[in-house]
């Protein structure tokens, strides 16, 4: 069964950097679509980035430039790390897997962006 943990999260100023990893297990195909959503308050589920063996992450425009994402087979984790943090990415954020055409979702982690 796959099993997606969050962890990172946390109260930045504006400007800050803040990194999220996600731990998974349970997973036996390489080729899994992984990554990150986010949902602020009042508002619906937005994809952040994506990563898959073989291609290139895929970023929301917003995430362009700021924030990066990883994949770290050893340790079977995801990471996003997050620079130049604004209000407006304040949001629950939320690791995925996406395989064989089920979609699993880690329990989100807060990342609150406030002076």
């Known amino acids: 069964q796959v099993r997606l943990v969050e962890s990172g999260g946390g109260l930045v100023q504006p400007g800050e950097s803040l990194t999220l990893s996600c731990q998974y297990s349970?997973?036996?195909?390489?080729?899994?679509?992984m990554g990150w959503y986010r949902q602020a308050p009042g508002k619906q589920r937005e994809l952040v980035a994506t990563?898959?063996?073989?291609?290139?992450?895929t970023y929301a425009d917003y995430a362009k430039g700021r924030f990066t994402i990883s994949r770290d087979d050893f340790r079977n984790a995801i990471d996003l790390q997050m620079n130049s943090l604004n209000l407006e990415d304040t949001a629950v954020y939320y690791c995925?897997?996406?395989?064989?055409?089920?979609?699993?979702w880690g329990q989100g982690t807060q990342v609150t962006v406030s002076s």
């Open positions: 990563v898959q063996s073989g291609f290139s992450p």
């Open positions: 995925y897997l996406a395989e064989y055409g089920f979609t699993y």
């Open positions: 349970g997973n036996g195909n390489r080729f899994a679509t």
